[in-house]
């Protein structure tokens, strides 16, 4: 499932190709994925334009001329393209926004969704959410203010949106090895360490701002010519990984569960908090 890193590689994409044009058209060819009948949709989209693009967790957050907005949550397997009719993408599409002659296309969304609403409904539905890791707000004493009291471990910590937004399976195992932490420690632990909290807030803070800006690790290009989308898959150290070797110390990276979440790591350079 794409990420803070990924969500956020789309958002600075984005930002350069789509503010300001007007939507020409727009296709919808799975209601499901929308929250309003295609008419509306269609209707309160058309002759509108995005005048921003904002990133909350793993949503993007696209602001309209009218005041309204629209919520994408990728999920499991969704994706973005953007291009020509010619460059049109060799997969269904649920939802196509028309500008001009380039379309943004919206891929495999079938547990994601696309969902109109006003700024209102948009606050309500983020309610919920923890801040921003890579927040300018954030720092080492309100991480570990977030952590404290939390039972449980880095795994499901880390992943949890309420805690922390953005994080997911990929980057809680990869924040957890640049800490040298296993991701089965307890957070109790960890935090009860002031250097361990340290070292931790630091790796996540790395982790996440170099996979964004090395495009994290989406499958499929945003649009032609684009090399920067998914570059970081290769760069991933431990996810997905199971019995490669280690690039830190040589180790063999193992797969585990941690309450029913799969975790990868090295157990010879990661240690027990
Ligand atoms: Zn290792």
């Known amino acids: 499932m794409p990420e803070l890193p990924e969500m956020e590689n789309y958002r600075t994409l984005l930002s ?17 994925t929308i929250n309003t009948t295609t008419d509306v949709f269609v209707n309160e989209l058309t002759g509108n334009c995005i005048i921003f693009v904002e990133r909350r967790a793993k949503h993007l957050i696209f602001h309209l001329a009218n005041g309204k907005r629209l919520v994408l949550h990728l999920m499991l397997g ?21 500008f001009g002659d380039h379309t943004l296309f919206f891929i495999g969304l079938r547990l994601g969704y696309l969902h109109l609403m006003t700024s209102k409904e948009t606050e309500a539905a983020m309610a919920d959410l923890g801040p921003e890791p890579l927040d300018r707000r954030m720092n080492q004493e309100r991480f570990a203010s977030l952590l404290k009291g ?3 471990t880095l795994k499901t910590t880390l992943v949890n949106q309420h805690i922390i937004a953005g994080i997911g399976n990929c980057y809680s195992d990869e924040i957890a ?4 932490l296993r991701p089965s420690s307890k957070t109790q632990h960890i935090v009860s360490s002031p250097e361990l909290t340290e070292r931790l ?10 996979a964004a800006s090395e495009g994290g690790y989406m499958e499929m290009p945003l649009m032609q010519g684009d090399s920067k989308t998914g570059k970081f898959d290769e760069q991933c150290r431990v996810y997905d990984r199971e019995g490669e070797t280690c690039p830190r110390c040589g180790g063999t990276i193992e797969r585990v569960e941690i309450t029913g979440k799969k975790a990868f790591f090295c157990p010879k350079c990661q240690h027990e908090a």
């Open 16 to 32: 350069e190709h789509i503010l300001d044009k007007l939507i020409t058209g727009v296709v919808v060819n799975r209601e499901k």
């Open 78 to 98: 969704g994706m973005l393209f953007w291009g020509t009719e010619d460059e049109r993408p060799d997969r269904s599409t649920q939802v196509e926004i028309q």
């Open 150 to 152: 939390r039972r449980g």
């Open 177 to 180: 090895f640049a800490a040298g």
């Open 201 to 210: 807030y630091h790796a996540m803070q790395s982790v996440l701002r170099e």
